[in-house]
């Protein structure tokens, strides 16, 4: 018998966890031409924010070892555009859409929130705290446990109360379970991680950065098991906070991996660029992996190397 699938966002259920990573399918259109969007868990659009902006200057994109590093800055139409256009497309073929949320200021991430509450067809908000606070020399808000708490709360009082709210923490902190927990104090529902590792290239034949912007986001395989580790401690920290997981999935093995160590979801990013249907092929081949290993619902993985490390115990091999 095919294994259960489903799992739930806050407190709405997916049919199944493959969500696709924000910024990596836009707001679902071009994915569309390759799957059917409604097959997919849920899709985590493009970081809106209330004003258009038209992102950072080119060149802007790098290939490193097993990844990649981008500096596409947060490119856009907006919310009024994003409301019109992109929000009824995704209803209107049946997708589950989290809208990912993005700010200057907490009262920007709270004007996005309560714009969002008003509208039909969004199962939950994302909010990615990986911007600069303008009201704060800058610094990253999820750099900051006051900072990213401040945006959570402001984002949780005006947001519908039956919309969960996730935060979208970064790995560029010393202690990532203390933004979890500000965050969950705050009122977060879920936790999101991980966004991409500030990284730089240097083009060693024009001897000068390889990105108009110099410094970009990494991501692609080479992350993933600092997502890992982030997932393992926040999980060990907060075991009842439900988690997406997401850095360098390429396959459903490496879904699962992200599952074993706590996530209940996972975000298919990079993956997408060289394979537009990845999302699809990761769900069919977890459903593989959980088959052959005798899994009949998703909820027994979720976290169970945790309670495997616990027990002293581990599985054999897996033919
Ligand atoms: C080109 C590109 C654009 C991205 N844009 C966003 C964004 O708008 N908002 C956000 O929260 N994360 C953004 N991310 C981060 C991804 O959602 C994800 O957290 C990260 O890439 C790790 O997953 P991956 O290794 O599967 O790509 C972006 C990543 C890439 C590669």
Known sequence: MAPDLRTRLGNVELPNPILTASGCASSGRELAQFVDVSKIGAIVTKSVMLAPRAGRPTPRMAETSSGMLNSIGLQ???????????????????????????????????????????????????VNISCPNVEHRGQVFACDPVDAGAVIEAVRARTRYDVPVFAKLSPDVTDIVAIARACVAAGADGLSMINTLLGMVIDTDAVRPALAGMTGGLSGPAIRPVAVRCVWQVKQALPDVPIIGMGGVMTGRDALELMLAGASMVSVGTAVFHDPSACVRILRELDDELARRGVERLSEVIGLAHEMRAAGRSMGTVK
């Open 76 to 126: 856009g139409p907006g919310i009024d555009a994003f409301l019109q256009r992109d929000l009824p497309w995704l209803l209107s073929r049946g997708a589950r859409a989290v809208v990912s949320i993005a700010g200057s200021t907490v009262d920007e991430y709270a004007e996005l929130a309560a714009r969002l509450s008003d509208a039909a067809g969004v199962t939950a908000l994302e």
